[in-house]
């Protein structure tokens, strides 16, 4: 069970790192457009592993994972089994 959804993950973004989530859609890619700091990506994936219940290991931490928030939101899913 996760309690990490995308309203949650955009509150997040939105209180600690000061995004629009008006402007963010799920495909919205954050650290490659640099609208997210690699220094904020600490943050995200311990925001992440506490919110969801699922740890990262150091290879999961990719662009391929937490670039957007649908990238994220599918990452938890997946370890989650859904």
């Not at 640099?34 to 592993?49: F, I, P, Q, R």
Request: negative net charge.
């Amino acid at each position: 069970m996760t309690g990490l959804d995308r309203d949650t993950l955009l509150r997040f973004l939105e209180e600690r790192l000061g995004l629009d989530p008006a402007e963010i859609d799920d495909e919205t890619p954050l650290f490659s457009s640099g609208l997210v700091d690699s220094v904020a990506l600490a943050e995200l994936v311990v925001y992440v592993e506490n919110e969801s219940g699922v740890s990262f290991e150091p290879e999961d931490i990719t662009l391929e994972h937490l670039d957007t928030v649908g990238r994220i939101l599918r990452f938890v899913a997946t370890r989650h089994g859904r």
